[in-house]
């Protein structure tokens, strides 16, 4: 089972704030204003007919932790697999639903333990954003969660080469990503994708990069980009 939301932990001194905007997100605001989005429609960019088949449904934990201060987040870059279109990419700790797994909280958390060695009773789930349809037609819902940190993690070889995180301020930093229109298999198809500039060599794209973006709307982190949706 999570822990339990009312415990804290970590060395006193106050709740982290956003230095960057002055706004001070606390655990709760961060929960209330998950709660304000919940029941928002699946992020969904593709024309009609684009997919064949219904998708398949994924998780991923939007793993939070506060360190100096400041809100993190955290990220892991995939190992190199032949084959893995994904290999190598920044992502989140997640994967698919298995027949054992209650729902994508469940999932989530599964997924943590085996890709980064997070235990479950480290966590507590404050909610979820919007679920995003990736081009390889998964229907990814991010849970966002806080972690108690420090944590001690390790990276699944086969699966992760690198477990980092980035600094709440720094991803909310309209100058550190851009959107650039990238065609898909469809000729003529483009749909924009969001990149963020290298941080300390790791860049942030994609689909984990709309997720982010999606998380700093909901908190009032960052506007939302014109026409685009969260």
């Given at each position: 089972s999570t822990m339990r939301c009312a415990v804290s932990w970590g060395k006193a001194g106050g709740d982290p704030v956003l230095r960057t905007s002055g706004l001070k997100l606390?655990?709760?605001?961060?929960?209330?204003?998950?709660?304000?989005?919940?029941?928002?429609?699946?992020?969904?960019?593709?024309?009609?007919?684009?997919?064949?088949?219904?998708?398949?449904?994924?998780?991923?934990?939007?793993?939070l932790f506060h360190e100096?201060?400041?809100?993190?987040?955290?990220?892991?870059?995939?190992?190199?697999?032949?084959?893995d279109r994904h290999s190598g990419e920044v992502a989140f700790p997640g994967g698919r639903l298995e027949a054992q797994d209650?729902?994508?909280?469940?999932?989530?958390?599964?997924?943590?333990?085996?890709?980064?060695?997070?235990?479950?009773?480290?966590?507590?789930v404050l909610g979820h954003l919007p679920d995003y349809r990736t081009v390889s037609n998964f229907l990814v819902t991010p849970v966002v969660a806080e972690i108690a940190w420090p944590a001690s993690l390790r990276p699944a070889p086969a699966e992760v080469s690198h477990i980092f995180s980035i600094p709440m301020p720094w991803l909310a930093d309209p100058h550190n990503r851009r959107i650039q229109r990238k065609y898909l298999s469809n000729p003529g198809l483009a749909l924009p994708v969001i990149y963020f500039r290298p941080y300390q060599g790791e860049q942030l794209?994609?689909?984990?990069?709309?997720?982010?973006?999606?998380?700093?709307?909901?908190?009032?982190?960052?506007?939302?980009?014109?026409g685009r949706g969260p």
């Amino acid at each position: 089972s999570t822990m339990r939301c009312a415990v804290s932990w970590g060395k006193a001194g106050g709740d982290p704030v956003l230095r960057t905007s002055g706004l001070k997100l606390t655990r709760e605001t961060i929960a209330a204003r998950l709660i304000d989005y919940a029941g928002l429609s699946v992020q969904d960019p593709y024309p009609d007919g684009f997919f064949t088949q219904a998708p398949r449904r994924a998780a991923v934990l939007i793993a939070l932790f506060h360190e100096q201060r400041a809100w993190r987040l955290l990220f892991i870059r995939r190992a190199q697999v032949p084959g893995d279109r994904h290999s190598g990419e920044v992502a989140f700790p997640g994967g698919r639903l298995e027949a054992q797994d209650a729902g994508p909280d469940a999932a989530a958390l599964r997924e943590a333990r085996e890709e980064v060695g997070l235990h479950p009773a480290r966590v507590c789930v404050l909610g979820h954003l919007p679920d995003y349809r990736t081009v390889s037609n998964f229907l990814v819902t991010p849970v966002v969660a806080e972690i108690a940190w420090p944590a001690s993690l390790r990276p699944a070889p086969a699966e992760v080469s690198h477990i980092f995180s980035i600094p709440m301020p720094w991803l909310a930093d309209p100058h550190n990503r851009r959107i650039q229109r990238k065609y898909l298999s469809n000729p003529g198809l483009a749909l924009p994708v969001i990149y963020f500039r290298p941080y300390q060599g790791e860049q942030l794209w994609g689909v984990s990069a709309r997720i982010t973006l999606s998380l700093l709307q909901v908190l009032g982190l960052t506007a939302a980009e014109p026409g685009r949706g969260p």
